[in-house]
Nanobody
Framework: QVQLVESGGGLVQAGGSLRLSCAAS????????MGWFRQAPGKEREFVAA????????YYADSVKGRFTISRENAKNTVYLQMNSLKPEDTAVYYC?????????????????WGQGTQVTVSP
C-alpha cells in the first residue's frame, strides 16, 4: 500500500515557476514508477510526466517538454515536478500517481495509487 500527498501548488503569473512535491508512505516507494497527471475543469485527466524507479528514465507530454522536469529522491520517498515557463493552459489540479511498470506510463489506468491533488493556477 502506498499513500501519496502532493504539495507546492498555488497561483503564479505566466512565465513563472512552481515546484510540486509528492511525498509517499510505504517502504516500497523505490520500486514504483511515479507519474504526474493533471486535470482541468471539464477535461479528462492527462499525462504530464513519469519517471522510472531508478530515476534514469523520464517521459514527458509534448505540451510540457522542455519546461517541466520530473525527478525523485528514493531516500526521501519523494517525487518532484519542477515547472518553469508556466502558461495559463497549465492551470489544472495536478496529481501524482504510483504504478508497478513503465509499460503504458502515460495511461492513468496503469497506476495503482493516487494522491488527492494540488491546484495550480497560472494567470495571464
Amino acid at each position: 500500500q502506498v499513500q501519496l500527498v502532493e504539495s507546492g501548488g498555488g497561483l503564479v503569473q505566466a512565465g513563472g515557476s512552481l515546484r510540486l512535491s509528492c511525498a509517499a508512505s510505504g517502504r516500497t516507494f523505490s520500486s514504483y514508477v511515479m507519474g504526474w497527471f493533471r486535470q482541468a475543469p471539464g477535461k479528462e485527466r492527462e499525462f504530464v510526466a513519469a519517471i522510472s524507479w531508478s530515476g534514469v528514465s523520464t517521459y514527458y507530454a509534448d505540451s510540457v517538454k522542455g519546461r517541466f522536469t520530473i525527478s525523485r529522491e528514493n531516500a526521501k520517498n519523494t517525487v518532484y515536478l519542477q515547472m518553469n515557463s508556466l502558461k495559463p493552459e497549465d492551470t489544472a489540479v495536478y496529481y501524482c500517481a504510483a504504478g508497478p511498470s513503465r509499460a503504458g506510463y502515460s495511461s492513468p489506468s496503469r497506476y495503482d495509487y493516487w494522491g488527492q491533488g494540488t491546484q495550480v493556477t497560472v494567470s495571464p
